[in-house]
C-alpha cells in the first residue's frame, strides 16, 4: 500500500527514482510522483494521477533533474486519486515535501487546528496535516529534525514518511510510527537509497538498515543518523549479498500468467532441504531453531485475503494429519475481540508480504501474550518476521501479479509439510507413505494442468458473460472454493461468493437461476456423493453447473453442463491441481473481459493499513 522512495547521490536520481518506482508499483498505482531537489536549490514536484507510464509520458519533456529526490506510488486511503492528491505533497509555503505511507487516524483534528493558525490546504489527504504541521514547528523554533519530532509526536495512527526540505539541501529526513510497513535505507560509496522493500534498493546498495517502529533518521551521502526515544542509536548494517532478482514476463503477456506457470519449479524448490523421499522423513528443524513443538497442545492460524484461505485450509490439514486441535482467525477480527488464547498454544501467522497491517496487529498482541510464535512470508527479514522472530519463507520469489497465485500454493505446500512434520512424533501412523509418493509426483502434475489448458481457456471465454458465480465445496474443497471466489472477483470484477456446499440449502440456493453458474468441486474423498446431492439440486433450478473434478466417472453427463478433469490424487492433495485449474479459469475469464490481470483495480500487493 503506496511505495516510497529516495536517493542521494553525487549524480542526478531522477532516473533512480522512476525505475525504484517502477519496481514499488505493485504497492499501489493510481498516482506517482517525485520531488526533487533541482540544480538551482528548489523543489520541483511532478506527479499525476495514473501509473507509471502515464507519468513517463505526460514528462518526457522534462529536463529537471538533482542528486536528491524522493518518490512515491499512491494506493488513496484520503482523497481520490488525483493529480492534486498525488504525492509528494508540500507543506502551504511549498519548502517541505514529502511522501507517506499509512493513516494519520488524528488529521481532521490536526487540520483544524493548523486552519484556526492561517494554514491553508490545497489537497484532500491526511498527509498534507504531517507537511503543514513540520512547517508550523518550524516557524516557530527553525530547526527542521525539532519540527519533524514535535509532529511524530503529535500526530496519531500509522505512517512512514519520507521529507525533503529547501533550508536543508543534502539531507532526506523520514520517520516510522506504528504498522504502515517497511522502510529500507541502503549505503553504498556513492548513494544513499531508500524504499519501502529490499528488492528496490539492491542494485544501488551494499548494506542497509530497517527503519523500526518509533524511529526517526536524517540521511545524507556520508551517514544515516537514527534516532529512537530522542538519543541516537546505532542499527546494524546488514550486508546485500544476493543479487537482486532479474525480474521480466519471460513469453508471457503478464507477469500473473508467468507466476502462475512458475508453480511446479516453486513446489520443486520447497523440497530442498525439508524432504527426504527415501526415509519418509521432513525437516524444519533448522528453520526454527530454538522452537520447542513438544508441548503444543493447541495451533492457531492467522492471515487475511488469500493468506487466510490458506489458513482455513492448513487448518484441516493440521488436524487430520498432525492430529493437534487448530483454529483459524481472521486476522482483523481476532486483534478488536479481546480475544482468549490458551497456554501451549502455536501462533502460525501467514503473510505472503509480511507486511500486511491487519496480520502484524494479529501478531503483535499473540507476543504480548508471550505465545510462541511462527510466520509464515515470501519475504526475508519482514516486518511479520520481526515480531514472530521464528520464521518459514515459502521459496516463491517475487510475485508482482497483485493478486496471489504462486504464493497461494507455495503457502499451502508449507503448511502440508509442516503438518506433516509435527506428526512424524505426534502420529506416526498418517498415511505416509501414499502421501509422500503423491507428493512427489505433484510438480509433474501440476505442470500437466499448464501444459493443456485449452479446454479451461474456452470455458472461461463462454462463461465471461456471467457476472454472478457460485462456489461450492466441502472438506478441503471449501476453502478452495474460498480462494477461487476471490481470485474471480479480484481479476475479473465478477461477483463471486464461495460457500460450504452444506450452507447452500440454508439461503444461497434462492440466488440460483439461469443466470448463476455454479461452480461445484468434487473429488473422490471429499463427501463426493453428498458433492453429487448439491449439484443435482443446482440443476433441478434451473442453474448452470460447471463441475471441477477428478472423479468424472462418478457423475452422469446430465447432472452438469460442464467439466473440468484434474488427475486423481490423495484427497488431500487435491487442492493444488484444483487451485491452480481455478487460476487459470479466474484469468483467462478476466482477459476474456479485457482486463489488467497484474493490476487489478483498487487493489495493492502489501495491503499495510488497516
Ligand atoms: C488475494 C490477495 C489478498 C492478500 C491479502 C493478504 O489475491 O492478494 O487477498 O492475500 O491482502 O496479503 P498478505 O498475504 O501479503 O498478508
Known amino acids: ?247 521480466s514476463k519471460n513469453n508471457f503477456d503478464f507477469f500473473i500468467e508467468k507466476e502462475i506457470h512458475e508453480q511446479p519449479e516453486v513446489f520443486l524448490s520447497n523440497f530442498q532441504n525439508r524432504v527426504n523421499f527415501s526415509s519418509k522423513e521432513i525437516d524444519f528443524s533448522k528453520e526454527l531453531k530454538g522452537l520447542n513443538l513438544d508441548e503444543i497442545k493447541r495451533i492457531n492460524l492467522f492471515g487475511m485475503g488469500t493468506s487466510y484461505y490458506a489458513c482455513l485450509l492448513a487448518s484441516y490439514w493440521l488436524e487430520q494429519i498432525s492430529k493437534i486441535p487448530t483454529q483459524c482467525h481472521n486476522a482483523s477480527e481476532f486483534t478488536y475481540r479481546n480475544p482468549l488464547v490458551e497456554e501451549n498454544t502455536l501462533a502460525i501467522s501467514v503473510s505472503q508480504s509480511g507486511e500486511t497491517a491487519d496480520t502484524l496487529s494479529a501478531a503483535n498482541l499473540i507476543k504480548e501474550m508471550k505465545i510462541p510464535q511462527i510466520a509464515i512470508t515470501n519475504t526475508n527479514n519482514s516486518e511479520l518476521e520481526k515480531v514472530t522472530k521464528n520464521c518459514i519463507n515459502i521459496g516463491a520469489k517475487t510475485e508482482i501479479g497483485v493478486a496471489s497465485t504462486k504464493t497461494f500454493t507455495a503457502t499451502l505446500e508449507i503448511f502440508l509439510l509442516f503438518a506433516m512434520y509435527l506428526a512424524q512424533k505426534r502420529n506416526p501412523g498418517y498415511p505416509k507413505t501414499k502421501i509422500f509418493q503423491e507428493l512427489k509426483s505433484m510438480p509433474s502434475q501440476i505442470e500437466r494442468i499448464l501444459d493443456n489448458t485449452k479446454h479451461i481457456v474456452d470455458l472461461a471465454k463462454l462463461y465471461s458473460k456471467y457476472d454472478n458465480f457460485l462456489f461450492l465445496g466441502r472438506g478441503y474443497n471449501y476453502p478452495v472454493a474460498m480462494e477461487a471466489a476471490l481470485k474471480l472477483k479480484e481479476l475479473s470484477y465478477v461477483h463471486a ?10 439461503g444461497p440456493i434462492s440466488l440460483i437461476d439461469s443466470k448463476m453458474p455454479v461452480f461445484c468441486i468434487i473429488t473422490e474423498g471429499s463427501h463426493r456423493d453428498k458433492m453429487i446431492s448439491n449439484i443435482r439440486e443446482v440443476k433441478s433450478r434451473n442453474g448452470k453447473v460447471i463441475v471441477l473434478t477428478n472423479c468424472s466417472e462418478k457423475l452422469d453427463k446430465s447432472w452438469y453442463d460442464d467439466i473440468i478433469i484434474f488427475e486423481k490424487t490423495e484427497d488431500l492433495l487435491s487442492p493444488f491441481l484444483s487451485s491452480v485449474s481455478i487460476q487459470i479459469f479466474a484469468v483467462n475469464l478476466a482477459l476474456a473481459r479485457n482486463l489488467d490481470i497484474d493490476k487489478p483495480r483498487n487493489l495493492a500487493k502489501s495491503v499495510t493499513v488497516e
Open 1 to 247: 500500500m503506496c511505495g516510497i522512495v529516495g536517493y542521494i547521490s553525487n549524480h542526478c536520481v531522477k532516473s533512480d527514482l522512476i525505475k525504484g518506482l517502477k519496481k514499488l508499483e505493485y504497492r499501489g498505482y493510481d498516482s506517482v510522483g517525485i520531488a526533487l531537489f533541482d540544480v538551482n536549490q528548489n523543489i520541483k514536484v511532478l506527479k499525476n494521477s495514473g501509473q507509471i507510464k502515464d507519468f513517463i509520458s505526460k514528462y518526457k519533456n522534462d529536463t529537471s533533474d538533482g542528486h536528491l529526490g524522493i518518490g512515491h506510488t499512491r494506493w488513496a486511503t484520503h482523497g481520490v486519486p488525483s493529480d492534486n492528491n498525488s504525492h509528494p505533497i508540500f507543506d502551504q509555503n511549498e519548502t517541505i515535501a514529502l511522501v507517506h505511507n499509512g493513516i494519520i487516524e488524528n488529521y481532521l483534528d490536526i487540520k483544524k487546528e493548523l486552519i484556526d493558525e492561517g494554514f491553508k490546504f490545497k489537497t484532500d489527504t491526511d498527509t498534507e496535516c504531517i507537511s503543514n504541521l513540520i512547517s508550523y514547528y518550524k516557524n516557530k523554533n527553525k530547526d527542521t529534525l525539532r519540527s519533524i519530532k514535535l509532529t511524530f509526536q503529535k500526530i496519531k495512527g500509522h505512517a512512514v514518511v519520507a521529507i525533503i526540505s529547501k533550508e536543508d539541501p543534502g539531507k532526506i529526513f523520514g520517520f516510522k510510527k506504528g504498522l504502515a510497513g517497511s522502510l529500507r535505507i541502503g549505503l553504498s560509496s556513492n548513494k544513499i537509497s531508500i524504499a519501502s522493500d529490499l528488492e528496490t534498493i539492491k542494485s544501488t546498495s551494499e548494506k542497509y538498515i530497517s527503519i523500526d517502529n518509533k524511529e526517526i533518521f536524517v540521511a545524507t551521502l556520508e551517514d544515516v543518523l537514527v534516532i529512537s526515544k530522542d538519543k541516537k542509536i546505532e542499527k546494524e548494517w546488514i550486508s546485500i549479498d544476493e543479487k537482486s532478482e532479474t525480474i
Open 497 to 506: 461468493e464461495g460457500y460450504p456446499a452444506g450452507e447452500m440449502k440454508h
